[in-house]
């Protein structure tokens, strides 16, 4: 067991006297009773301890708070991989800043990220959440947003220590990682924000490592916390605490969520017996405490300096942060000559937006990762709003989902018809209603409690009212999803009673993020009116008791021939065409990988169909990760956007029209439909995931294979070209000048890539090393200076188990792209 080293904490009134002091004043049974949450976000105070409570919360894309619905608004950045693909590590810093101000607001004080698995494989589900594909990119980006969080006041908690880079089976999947790979790869991300940020937490993940499930992992004390040194509280993934005594003796610090779970008085008493020492708790208390007081929890503590935005400050730096990350993919010359398809002219009339995501678009992928912003501005609408001459017209294009979507703000009216929104009740076993509150979005998350003026205990369901007006004539889907028992009423008459349960096997965030449907189809003329009723009694008794409702309602809609046609007539007949696809929540998650990298639905089709009608059609991918692009080479303009979060709409805007370049990398390659190359995530028959590509994941598998992806890691245009000139070797890096050779400013990253040729160790074909953004005005140049670290040229010796370097010639290989690269530069270790 490695002890906190309070010592190399003066970040923090209380000095390493003090903090041992309070441990002391408590007992045996005070101790461990801090070190289970005291409910599903926070851990108990601890008056005797000068402890009040202190709370967490997700997380990667906005603090949610301990509310999880329009209760309590969340502001909504770019999901990771839309932010990886700044590559600007300044930016990350600012929104860290912004996001310590939200959890401050929402009485957090330590956020659940960032997510810094890799992008192993591109079905991961969960892939949106975490940066990139490479070590370096992901740790250097997670440095400078855990900086930006901590220089705040607020804690970071980065996640998901470690390998858990797939969703599939994820509580018991055991990932068989060779020692090089997993202290080159997996463990590097981790390492790297350790060294660079020195962060307050970190969370376990789930699954195995080499046969050890993560809260038990001899990785956490031998490396994490001995090694590395590091003093941070590890907490469990939630319930990924499985064990007593070997969750306890392996490096755990604390069980989420609470109260119950596998410590307490099973706890108490393998200390008692000698399982476990009570310096080993001392230890997991002290660094529960250090944690409190570097957040201000502490009686004798600052509160921290973070301060909360306005709503108008927030929604100027998401739009700056969205755009920051679209990757310009190809922007051809027009099917007339006429220049570049972007920037839009701004003399269009008409602009066609059209696409199952143009009107509503996806700002976050599904899970622990989602949050509710107070206001989305989707595509269409930012579209509209920036070109006000512009007659915008939309068209769904296909159906990509059939699942029928919740209810979003003014949809619906009360039932009393006295404004909008929908009427929620809380009801008893006898059917009494004992709360009830208005609601604006037909979409609730009840996690630990129902709310602050409700006695959880007695609610046996939740009944939710709210008169449709139908906006169209035709026939309208409507119904509810969840995990439970569901009573649907129209108008008074039950027309649906059953219970619904997600399918065997499925993990329990699908049940939150997917929940079963039960709908129901009623004909309505335009202007006709209907009262829905939905009462829900949710099943419980899982790991986790989650009341998860959704209200739903689908207006009619053509058939996906019809559909395609009438877009491709509204291409055919305005002046310019953007086709917003992507991906649904039924296929991009967390709990769930996803089956296939094709566009769901029929939108591939709609592509083909609107680039016979408009060749000049801008292709807008609303994806947050790789997807296949069999119409790619077709295209002219494609511009991947990501999940870009609430600002969505007036970021896109700003880059069709050329008020802001579209500043993004590629943080991951995107494979060729039938080439794409995917490792193993679905695991044996004897639960083993083995990684038997070892190194070469991303670009490094491209490159070993020989294979020629869609999309190159590192890949994206801009506005402007440049050109890299005069690279050369220093004495602690390399030099390279770059310069704007178009006619706009503009950014760009010079990236550095490594390889060592006729090497006696394994090694991928070449790695990123470092790398540098410049932005400049047209015609300028600048020379960078970018320091390669001596971890660079570093292998894993698995024979000795430390860093070594192998000496002699290494080559360094400077360009914009992993493909696109000057010729090598020799350098010698």
Known sequence: MNAVNLDTTPDTLDTLDTLRDRVARLTLEQKVALLTGADFWSVGPEPDAGLRRLVVSDGPVGVRGEFWDDRDWSANSPSPSALAATWDPALLDDLGRLMAGEARRKGVDTILAPTVNLHRTPVGGRHFECYSEDPVLSGELGSAWVKGVQAEGVGACVKHFVGNDQETDRMTADCLIDEQTLRELYLAPFEIIEDRARPWAYMAAYNKVNGVTGTESPLIDQVLKGEWGSDALIMSDWTAARSTEASANAGLDLVMPGPAGPWGDALVTAVREGRVPEATIDDKVARLLLLAARCGALDTSNQGVAAPLDPEQVAAAMRRFAAAGFVLVKNDRRASGDGAVLPVSGDVRSIAVVGPNAVHGRTAGGGSASVLPERVVHPAAGIAAALPQAEVRTALGVHSTDRVPSLEAGETDLPDGSGPGLQVEYLDATGAVLAAEQRRYGNFNWIGTFGTDIDDDRVASVRVSTLITARTCGDHRLGASGVGHLVLTLDGEIVADDNVTTRPGADVVEGMMRPPQLLVTRHLDAGETTLLTVEYAAATGGPLDLWVLQVNLEAPHGTDDEEIAAASALARASDATVVVVGTTEEVESEGFDRTSLALPGRQDDLVNAVLDADPDAVIVVNAGAPVEMPWLDRARAVLIVWFPGQQFGEALADVLTGITEPGGRMPTTWGRPGTAIIPQNVPDADG????????????????????????????????????????????????????????????????????????????????????????????????????????????????????????????????????DTLPALPIVR
Do not use: C, K
């Open 688 to 819: 083993t995931v083995t990684y038997a590509e070892g190194l070469t994941i991303g670009y490094r598998a491209y490159e070993e294979q020989g294979v020629q992806p869609a999309v190159w890691f590192g890949h994206g245009m801009g506005y402007t070209s440049w050109v890299l000139s005069e690279a050369g070797a220093t004495e602690h890096g390399v030099r390279v000048t770059v310069t704007n050779t178009g006619d706009r400013p503009g950014s760009t990253v010079a990236q550095v890539y490594l390889s060592r040729p006729d090497t006696a160790v394994r090694r991928p074909a070449r790695w990123l090393a470092a790398f540098g953004r410049v932005s400049l005005a047209p015609g300028d140049s600048r020379t960078l200076d970018i320091t390669l670290p001596e971890r660079a040229f570093r292998h894993w010796d698995v024979d000795q188990h430390h860093w070594a370097v192998e000496p002699g010639e290494f080559r360094v290989h400077v360009g914009l792209s992993a493909a």
